[in-house]
């Protein structure tokens, strides 16, 4: 869904969803493939408040350095 391949990049309340259902039931792994929700090439990313769902592989594939998954609440 989403390729990232620069440097310094950050992301904010990002939801990647692939469709695995209708309202009619469950879409097979053949419809609507998508292998990896995110994948990271490039050296310090942050992403706060990421969501990944129903690839067909891991949700995320980190390959740059540096980089991270950040999230906050509040009390």
């Known amino acids: ?3 990232i ?3 310094n990049v ?3 309340n990002m939801w990647l969803w692939r469709a695995d259902h209708t309202e009619d039931g469950l879409v097979s792994k ?6 990896n929700a ?5 050296d310090d990313v942050h992403m706060y408040a990421l969501a990944a769902e129903h690839c067909l592989e ?4 980190w390959n ?12």
């Open 5 to 7: 391949d620069a440097p």
């Open 10 to 12: 950050i992301g904010d």
């Open 58 to 61: 891991d949700l995320v594939k």
């Open 38 to 42: 995110m994948v990271v090439n490039g």
């Open 64 to 75: 740059g350095a540096y980089s991270a998954t950040c999230s906050s609440s509040s009390s």
């Open 1 to 3: 869904m989403v390729n």
């Open 30 to 35: 053949g419809d609507n493939p998508c292998d």
